[in-house]
């Protein structure tokens, strides 16, 4: 089913609606019940607390209408992957919280992330609430991308001069060659907040990047953790793509992106200049 502008402006709405509703939510609460217990790469990315799933259910009250409505499928990260994303136009792509370990720790970098991505695995839709700015971002497939209701852009001489930060994930240790990158550009690197965060901040601090080098381990992220910022980057006219250059594929067989990597910056020569040091480094 091929959706109009009324609809995707429908959809939007509802995503907006579930993921405020929820950002407001988990910005009133602090974590009950932590465990240890989900698949992961790293410690941030096995972390669930009580709160995550109170999130989920409220995004999935707000959205529930849509999924007959459109015909869509759903991919989140605390329930099962049914596997109907592979079947319908459309999928829901939802992290109730992305960055769960900031978010146990009391600091910045976690936020409500909300896709809507076609089969093809192109995000078409893209809605992020940071809780504790009370920020909204999002966009729309073609028509820009928007900080809290307002259209979001960047002045081209921020884009491209002053010293590069390179934004990675709180446990920094885990990604030895951002140092290495660094270094090369005689940039900074700051361990910040999760996926979707580190993203925005990037765009929020220019000139920036945030990437992870492929690698065979399973792992790297998954489809809801960069689903909601790909879209915002593209509409933004920022770079988004694996660590090839290529455009980031969200819909395969596989949710983890850990063999083709990810790479987010401000602008297209960063990105160029990150893939080239990764092709020398490697």
């Known amino acids: 089913m091929s959706l109009n502008p009324d609809q995707f402006q429908q959809l939007l709405n509802r995503a ?27 410690l ?14 409220l995004i999935l009250r707000t959205l529930e209408p ?37 978010y146990i720790e009391g600091v910045p970098g976690y936020a409500v992330s909300i896709a809507l991505v076609s089969r093809s695995g192109d995000a078409v839709i893209g809605v992020v609430y940071d809780p504790v700015e009370h920020t909204l971002y999002h966009a729309v497939q073609g028509q820009g991308a928007f900080r809290n209701g307002k259209k979001w852009t960047m002045e081209p001489s921020l884009a491209a001069s002053g ?14 060659y951002c140092g290495e990158v660094a270094q090369k550009l005689n940039a900074s690197v700051k361990g910040q907040g999760g996926a979707v965060m580190n993203a925005l901040w990037c765009l929020e601090n220019p ?13 790297g992220g998954c489809f809801w953790d960069y689903a909601a910022t790909a879209c915002i980057y593209k509409e933004f006219g920022a770079a ?29 020569e960063l990105a160029r200049r990150v893939i080239a040091l990764r092709k020398e480094l490697i």
């Open 207 to 219: 000139p920036a990047c945030y990437f992870k080098f492929p690698k065979p381990q399973k792992g």
């Open 44 to 57: 941030a990315s096995q972390m669930l607390t009580e709160v995550d799933g109170q999130a989920q259910e």
């Open 66 to 102: 849509t999924f007959a409505q459109y015909d869509l499928a759903l991919l989140t990260e605390e329930s099962p992957d049914d596997g109907s994303r592979m079947e319908k136009d459309y999928f829901w792509c939802i992290d109730p919280i992305d960055g769960t370990l900031p």
């Open 163 to 176: 010293q590069v930060n390179i934004i990675t994930d709180r446990s920094v240790a885990d990604y030895p």
């Open 240 to 268: 988004v793509s694996d660590m090839s250059g290529k455009p980031m594929h969200l819909n395969a067989a596989s949710i983890y992106l850990n063999p083709h990597g990810i790479l987010y910056a401000t602008h297209a």
């Open 16 to 42: 907006i609606e579930a993921a405020t509703g929820a950002g407001q939510m988990i910005s009133q609460t602090r974590p009950k019940k932590i465990r240890r217990d989900k698949e992961g790469d790293n």
